[in-house]
C-alpha cells in the first residue's frame, strides 16, 4: 500500500460545528503531517508527528487540536472555524529521521475544509 | 534558514513540446534532498522527481529530468514531450538529510510555477 487516505473529500462546517479529519497510512512511515493550503500557493505546514509523538506545531490556533492515536492514523478535530479556515487540508507521511533512505512525503488527496 | 525561489510563477507549452522549469535554494548545508512535485486540479501532491545532494549524476524519470547544480544552488525540472495531463502547479522543495540518511527539518517549498499544456 503506497497511499494516503484522507476522508472526508469536502467538509462544510458552521462556526459553532466540532468536525473531525481522518489521514491514514501503511507504509510504515513514522512521520505524519498535517498542512494548510491556499488556493495557488504552497503548503502551509501546521503540526508534525514522528513516533507518534507531537514534534512541531506551528503556532496553530487551538481551534485546531491534532491527535495520533497510532503509528497509522492522523486526526485533525476542528472546533469553533473561522471562515478564513476555509482551505485545502493536506496530510502526509514519510520515513522519519531514524528511517534510514528518505523518499520525500507522500500526500493524501486532501480534504476541501468550507467554513460558513 | 533554507529558502526556495521559483521565479517562474506561470508557463505554457505546447503539448509534444519540451519545457523546463527553474528552482534555486539558499542553504549552507551540504547534504540534502531536492523533489519536484506536481499537484494538479485534483489537488493531490504527487512526487515527480528526487535528487539527493551528494549524487552528481542528475535524477530521470521518464519523461522528466533535472538538471542539478550543486555549486549554483539550481535544481531545473525539463519535461519532455509535453502531455495535457502534465497541466498542474509544480512546486520546487528543499530538505535537510540527516545523519542515519533519513531526513532532518521539515520540508521547505517554493511558491510554485503553474504550468499549462496546450492541444
Known amino acids: 500500500d503506497t497511499e494516503v487516505t484522507q476522508t472526508p473529500k469536502h467538509l462544510v462546517m458552521g462556526m459553532t460545528n466540532k468536525k473531525s479529519l481522518k489521514c491514514e497510512q501503511h507504509?510504515?512511515?513514522?512521520?505524519m503531517y498535517w498542512y494548510k493550503q491556499k488556493a495557488k500557493k504552497p503548503p502551509e505546514l501546521m503540526f508534525v508527528y514522528s513516533y507518534e509523538k507531537l514534534s512541531i506545531n506551528e503556532s496553530v490556533p487551538s481551534r485546531f487540536s491534532p491527535e495520533c492515536p497510532n503509528s497509522s492514523l492522523l486526526n485533525l478535530h476542528l472546533h469553533a472555524l473561522q471562515p478564513e479556515d476555509s482551505a485545502l487540508y493536506l496530510c502526509?507521511?514519510?520515513?522519519?529521521?531514524?528511517?534510514?533512505?528518505?523518499?520525500?512525503?507522500?500526500f493524501g488527496s486532501g480534504t476541501r475544509l468550507t467554513v460558513v | 534558514a533554507q529558502t526556495v525561489t521559483q521565479s517562474q510563477p506561470e508557463m505554457s507549452v505546447q503539448e509534444a513540446e519540451t519545457v523546463t522549469l527553474s528552482c534555486t535554494y539558499d542553504t549552507s548545508e551540504s547534504n540534502y534532498y531536492l523533489f519536484w512535485y506536481k499537484q494538479p486540479p485534483s489537488r493531490q501532491m504527487i512526487l515527480v522527481i528526487r535528487q539527493e545532494a551528494y549524487k552528481q549524476q542528475n535524477a530521470t524519470e521518464n519523461r522528466f529530468s533535472v538538471n542539478f547544480q550543486k555549486a549554483a544552488k539550481s535544481f531545473s525540472l525539463k519535461i519532455s514531450d509535453s502531455q495535457l495531463g502534465d497541466t498542474a502547479m509544480y512546486f520546487c522543495?528543499?530538505?535537510?538529510?540527516?545523519?542515519?540518511?533519513?531526513?532532518?527539518?521539515?520540508?521547505?517549498f517554493g511558491k510554485g510555477t503553474k504550468l499549462s499544456v496546450k492541444p
Open positions: 522543495a528543499f530538505i535537510k538529510r540527516g545523519n542515519y540518511g533519513g531526513s532532518q527539518g521539515n520540508l521547505i
Open positions: 507504509m510504515g512511515h513514522r512521520a
Open positions: 502526509a507521511s514519510s520515513h522519519a529521521a531514524r528511517q534510514g533512505s528518505y523518499y520525500g512525503y507522500t
